[in-house]
């Protein structure tokens, strides 16, 4: 475990209580895990043409709405949940506020606010939150919202994923996109008047859509309630989090910033840390988690290789726990030809499994990161002082793996913050700071990993556009350090009971020599493992899926170290694994495989947006950034 500041340790600690506390007290509702996986950013794509997609967004500007005082236009409204509706889709709702209010409401008594260093052109002017013009007139719009969406069915209700709670600019929760001129207007993040109003426009939300007798309760999303990483530098919002976790009784939802748009991006460690475990097995969890796809997909890191970007992505955000994956309209547009929706499907297959009892699937995929912040596996002593800034230590830390493929490609890359990173960075690295060091999965972890495999990066050779997903990470034997094997065991609450089941196994696996040899085993509630599957490889270096159904699993950890499964060597050679795939029961048809053929960017990434800062990027992070 990465150590943790004495004020960061006692952040952790009050935000944990502050969740215990909160779910004793009720039991929240929340969309059904059939709702979580890719969702449609906009509401342009129809799911007989990209069927993983699970829902769609509705987002509308309040100066759009009423464009004139209280004549509300809810067409745009009306359609979006009809095609929901018809389309058999969960939908989210959302509404902008502050600068895409109206010009009309500065006619009404509501102070003009002027900024400088500007960041978003097209808003020229702000409210004054605060004041009691403006809280009136959002008042009537909010209630006006409530009670439209109250006129539909209880049917077309019910495909009312959540609803977004919207403050400031957008989803990114600050008042303003610059600095106040006049100093009376000014609102920090984190100021009390600031946390004051936001406080007073959740009560409205949660009284309008968790609060109306006789109606279904509908899930409310909030961004910037949580407590911060030591990172993002602040005190967190441990206020916002009790207020929310003490009133929001009808399922809340949080927008985890940044999770799968990548992988070995700064901080993520610390965000699946906090988040994944109350998120996912947990028996008091009222929380569900979106992200969304932005842009970075276009940008130079992740364009390297797009399937295999957006496969590593999805991985990470499943090991947050993240529930919904919004995804934008080019990325959707490109998604078949480029190769890259395989990542969608998988991201879905696993997205609500959140319950190990009633989960119809688990995997590992095989993976490890050097995380130059953990100082118990990379003593300070040996390769100098933990510092994000300290390349020097990163170095020394990759440099016994490089002869397993471990390497850096940017070097400025390690010591940015996450939104720099996936802006500027040109190259993959296998060291970087508070990265995720261990697999990824769900419901199915390795035991022992590092004592019995070896850790492997680029597989096959430097990454290239065309290079298979699998390819990035891998873990396999060592036969001459007597490393023979990679066992596995599920979760405590997958496989419960002692008699027989049918499970379906797939191994992803590398075949590098031929003639090379190694077998699966699996808990057969016998003396010793039985073996389900034996390979010979033909030596073609290409990744092969292997998949085998077993009519007498009984899976309750009676292997060798206590496993369920095993990757057993049986000669003198070494072979490559990615991922291991557990289905309940027979497979109803063929697993779905990445596809091996298609089409590559064509044209040059975006370039970085030079000093202007990413959505949710703060001024300190972006002046620590350039440092």
């Known amino acids: 475990m990465k150590p943790t500041s004495p004020s960061g340790y006692a952040r952790i600690l009050s935000l944990l209580a502050l969740i215990g506390v909160s779910c004793l007290g009720s039991v929240q509702a929340a969309p059904p895990p059939g709702a979580f996986g890719v969702w449609d950013r906009g509401s342009s794509f129809d799911p007989k043409d990209y069927p993983f997609l699970k829902g769609l967004a509705f987002n509308q500007k309040w100066a759009d709405l009423e464009k004139k005082p209280g004549v509300y236009d809810w067409s745009a409204l009306d359609d979006a949940m009809d ?92 008042a303003y996109k610059g600095d106040a001129i006049e100093k009376k207007y000014d609102l920090q993040t984190k100021s009390s008047a600031w946390r004051e109003f936001r406080l007073w426009q959740f009560g409205l939300f949660t009284k309008t859509f968790q609060g109306v007798p006789n109606q279904p309760r509908i899930a409310l999303m909030f961004n910037n309630v949580t407590s911060d990483d030591d990172e993002s530098g602040g005190k967190g919002y441990d206020e916002e989090w009790k207020w929310v976790t003490d009133n929001v009784t009808g399922g809340i939802a949080i927008k985890l910033a940044g999770s799968a748009r990548g992988h070995h991006l700064s901080g993520e460690r610390t965000m699946i840390e906090a988040w994944q475990h109350r998120l996912i097995a ?92 953990d100082t118990k596996a990379y003593p300070e002593a040996k390769f100098g002082k933990a510092s994000h800034k300290n390349t020097e230590r990163m170095e020394k830390i990759v440099a016994p793996y490089a002869k ?116 699966l085993d699996y808990d057969a509630g016998k003396s010793s493992m039985k073996t389900a599957l034996t390979v010979t490889g033909k030596g073609d270096k290409q990744w092969h899926h292997e998949t085998v159904t077993v009519t007498d699993a009984v899976l309750r950890q009676g292997g060798a170290k206590g496993s369920d499964f095993a990757l057993v060597n049986t000669d003198a050679q070494d072979d490559i694994f990615s991922l291991i795939e557990v289905h309940r029961g027979k497979l109803e048809k063929p697993a779905m495989l990445p596809p091996t053929d298609f089409k590559v960017f064509d044209k040059a990434p975006k370039p970085p947006k030079a000093d202007k800062p990413d959505k949710g990027e703060t001024a300190k992070e972006r002046k620590k950034d350039k440092k």
């Open 83 to 174: 095609a929901a509706a018809k389309r058999g889709q969960y939908i989210y709702l959302s509404l902008g506020v502050g600068p895409d209010a109206p010009d009309w409401i500065y006619g009404q008594g509501v102070p003009r606010v002027l900024c400088k260093d500007q960041k978003v052109d097209s808003w020229p002017v702000y409210p004054f939150y605060p004041s009691k013009e403006y809280k009136a007139l959002l008042e009537r719009l909010v209630a006006a919202f409530g009670k439209r969406i109250r006129s539909y069915s209880p049917e077309k209700q019910a495909r009312i994923a959540f609803i977004q709670v919207k403050t400031g600019c957008t989803g990114d929760e600050c």
């Open 282 to 373: 947990s028996e008091a969890a009222p929380l569900f988690a979106r992200s969304e796809m932005d842009q970075t997909w276009q940008r130079a890191m992740f364009a390297k290789n797009l399937p295999m970007s957006f496969y590593w992505g999805a991985l990470t955000g499943l090991q947050n726990g993240q529930s919904v994956w919004d995804i934008t309209s080019g990325a959707l547009e490109s998604c078949k030809e480029m190769g890259f929706d395989y990542s969608f499907y998988f991201f879905n297959r696993y997205a609500g499994q959140i319950d190990p009892r009633t989960a119809t699937g688990a995997f590992c995929a095989l993976h490890k990161g050097l995380d130059a912040a």
């Open 404 to 519: 397993y493929g471990a390497a850096v490609d940017d070097k400025n890359g390690l010591t940015l913050g996450q939104v720099r990173q996936r802006d500027t960075q040109t190259g993959l690295n296998d060291v970087g700071w508070d990265i995720w060091p261990d697999n990824y999965g769900r419901f199915l972890y390795q035991i022992d990993a590092d004592a019995t495999s070896i850790p492997l990066w680029r597989v096959g050779g430097p990454i290239t556009n065309k290079s298979p997903i699998y390819s990035r990470f891998a873990r396999g034997f060592e036969h001459a350090t007597g490393k023979n094997a990679l066992y596995f065991k599920l979760h405590d609450g997958f496989s419960q009971g002692s008699a027989a089941k049918v499970m379906t196994v797939t191994v992803v696996w590398y075949d590098a020599k031929a003639g090379s040899t190694w077998k």
